[in-house]
């Protein structure tokens, strides 16, 4: 049990534990309270998910083009803004038949295994098509591009200005010209 004391202005305190328990960022993320049992005093704290629509589906659940259910969003039609792409992926229900890699490790010349900056997904399937893996692919590779990258020491809303062959090695993550378009601008 972890425990908080009020202070005089009636605030308190989340506790670190349960901060990281939730994922709770500073300033970012909204918690609400519920009373669930007035007689014992009991009250749940429950964080509040910052739900948006399924940008790929664009919030209908479905690929009505293809009559395929999103596995993205599980055919909710929404995902939460604030998981890491790493969690995203992981959390894909396998009863989607999708196959998902996430690369985040290599072997270099000397066969020795280093961690990569930016890791690498790749999705395949034989129930979707490509441009439906591709637009996927894009979306979680440049999720994890944001949020991989080296940032910028005097303002870490930026990023570094990589090389330009950092650049293209960056760029080949992705699938879309668009998509290419879109990271290259976020480094120059």
Same mark, same amino acid.
């Given at each position: 049990?972890?425990?908080?004391?009020?202070t005089s202005k009636?605030?308190?305190t989340?506790?670190?534990?349960?901060?990281?328990f939730?994922e709770?960022?500073?300033?970012n993320?909204?918690?609400?309270?519920n009373?669930?049992d007035?007689?014992?005093k009991?009250v749940?704290?429950?964080?509040?998910?910052n739900k948006i629509?399924?940008?790929?589906c664009k919030?209908q659940?479905v690929f009505?083009?293809?009559?395929?259910?999103c596995?993205?969003c599980?055919?909710?039609?929404?995902i939460? #803004?604030e998981?890491?792409a =790493?969690r *995203? /992926?992981?959390?894909?229900p396998r009863?989607?038949k999708v196959g998902?890699?996430?690369i985040?490790q290599?072997i270099?010349?000397?066969?020795?295994f280093y961690?990569k900056t930016?890791?690498?997904v790749?999705i395949?399937s034989?129930?979707?098509?490509d441009?439906?893996?591709e637009?996927?692919?894009?979306?979680?590779?440049?999720?994890?591009?944001n949020?991989?990258?080296?940032r910028?020491?005097?303002?870490?809303?930026?990023f570094m200005?990589?090389s330009?062959? #950092?650049?293209?090695?960056i =760029?080949? *993550? /992705?699938?879309t010209?668009e998509?290419?378009?879109?990271?290259?601008?976020?480094?120059r």
């Amino acid at each position: 049990m972890v425990k908080a004391s009020v202070t005089s202005k009636g605030q308190i305190t989340i506790p670190k534990e349960i901060r990281d328990f939730l994922e709770l960022k500073d300033g970012n993320s909204t918690v609400k309270f519920n009373i669930k049992d007035s007689s014992a005093k009991v009250v749940m704290m429950e964080k509040v998910e910052n739900k948006i629509d399924c940008p790929i589906c664009k919030g209908q659940g479905v690929f009505h083009m293809y009559n395929l259910p999103c596995f993205v969003c599980n055919q909710t039609g929404t995902i939460d #803004a604030e998981i890491p792409a =790493l969690r *995203l /992926l992981v959390e894909i229900p396998r009863n989607y038949k999708v196959g998902i890699s996430i690369i985040q490790q290599e072997i270099d010349n000397e066969g020795k295994f280093y961690y990569k900056t930016i890791p690498e997904v790749q999705i395949n399937s034989t129930q979707y098509n490509d441009s439906i893996l591709e637009m996927v692919h894009d979306y979680f590779q440049m999720k994890l591009i944001n949020e991989h990258a080296p940032r910028s020491i005097q303002d870490p809303k930026n990023f570094m200005i990589p090389s330009d062959e #950092a650049l293209k090695d960056i =760029l080949k *993550l /992705l699938k879309t010209e668009e998509s290419i378009e879109i990271v290259r601008q976020w480094f120059r």
